[in-house]
């Protein structure tokens, strides 16, 4: 079975969030089961490649784009739309030209399908909603699969950008792709693909509700004999503190572990005495920072110390600078992009929160487990499903859970925490029980290949 994935980021070229983790690992995964994999991305600046190709694609003009490969990976080149500091815009906002990108992206990859010859496109979120509707109006016999990864980001443009993607004048209806005045791209992907996917059983619940549905849980609904959910996998060969040459120190046991939060606390400046809490993440309200900014001083003053990376909302960021200069020996703010130091958070730290208003499926929580780093997480999405709360009788559970999306939920969870940090013995027992959780590739990868077969 051949099947291409159609992706706008993947690890290793470009990253911004766990998209970049999936589409970077799965493929690897699947070759294992047999099912050969190629990849398609946008060639973004910095990516190199051999060229192989070139074609002409008609979006009101003809564009004449090329294609560059290196090992399984297929890369669109059109440096006017992609060669740039950014995937999809700056800190000021999104680019202006995202739609023409896309469109161009996914008209010129279903040409590559039609001349390549596939059993099966997957295509993921928003970027790659069109193809499975241009694949349909071409009657190609390739069936398609589309992935949310988050409903949240779906690809909406006004209504005068419709000429740009050529379709036939029927489509922009509201039982096309037109959503409330506007094209969404999300909304094509989920109506014109074979199988809609998810990436949690939960998640894939949550987004049929009018709560979690984002304006799309009608038309999910109406897909919903056809939608699956599958939990991702983490990459062990990537993120496992047993050969993980980025961090401080190798480590399989707890007491390992205390040396990177040692070297980790002294390189950042913090109180290495306190209970730490670390966050690796977008900085968006997603990922509950209206909560963590209520509750600061409170956590603060419960005794723990604070350590972000992450990079998004400009309101944020200075939020967090400044409680940074209140407590300059117990928080610690680095706004970038860092794998290195993302990896030596996920070591050096004794707890992850991931306190999301919505999580579909959530690495974060996954990595750190594999790390001893407890959990703290709101029971939504794909963190519902992988993470239980602790309970210190029966040593059940192998992380701390709240449900409501409040300060004061939160709070508990942190305060539940830190009591349960300062009984050594207990808490080295919920280290090392974490370390022992597997979420890898190998379970999802033949789910995904029985959807395979299924088509
Ligand atoms: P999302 O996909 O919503 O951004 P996930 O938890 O699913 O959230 O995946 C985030 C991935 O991106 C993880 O691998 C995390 O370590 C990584 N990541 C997020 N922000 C940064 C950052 N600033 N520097 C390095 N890695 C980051």
Known sequence: ???????????????????????????????????KTSVFLPRYKGIKGSLIGNLQIDMKEKHNVQVYTEGNFYFIDYPKFFDRD????????????????????????????????????????WQTGLIPLYMKLDNMDTKSIFTIHNLGYQGRFPSSKFPILGLPKEYFDPEGIEFYGDINFLKAGILYSDIVTTVSENYAREIQTSESGFGLDGVLNKRRNSLVGIINGIDYSLWNPENDSLIYQKYNNFNGKQKNKARLTEECNIDCERPLIGMVTRIADQKGFDIIIKAFDDFIDMGFS???????????????????????????????????????????????????QYEPCGLGQLISLKYGTVPIVRKTGGLAD???????????????????????????????????????????????????????????????????GSL
């Not at 990108?101 to 993921?124: A, S, W």
Request: charged share 25%.
């Open 306 to 356: 604070f350590l972000v990376l992450g990079f998004g909302d400009e309101h944020y960021h200075n939020k967090l600078k400044t409680f940074e200069s209140i407590y300059p020996d117990k928080v610690s703010v680095n706004i970038k992009f860092d794998n290195k130091l993302a990896h030596r958070i996920y070591a050096g730290c004794d707890f992850f929160l991931m306190p999301s």
């Open 86 to 125: 950014g995937l999809y815009g700056t800190e000021k906002g999104d680019f202006s030209d995202n739609c023409e990108r896309f469109t161009l992206f996914c008209k010129t990859v279903t040409q590559l399908i039609k001349r390549y010859g596939y059993d099966i496109v997957h295509c993921h979120d």
């Open 1 to 35: 079975m051949k099947v291409a994935f159609v992706a706008s980021e993947a690890i290793p070229y470009k990253k911004t969030g766990g998209l970049a983790d999936v589409v970077g690992a799965l493929p690897f995964y699947l070759n294992k089961l047999g099912i």
């Open 386 to 452: 992988t993470i239980t709360d602790f309970d210190p009788d029966t040593l059940s559970g192998n992380g701390f859970v709240f449900r409501e999306h409040s300060s004061k939920d939160l709070l508990k969870a942190l305060s539940k925490s830190y009591e349960i940090y300062c009984n050594k013995d207990v808490f080295k027992r919920l280290s090392e029980k974490c370390m022992d959780c597997n979420f890898s590739w190998e379970e999802s990868a033949k789910k995904y290949k029985q959807l395979y």
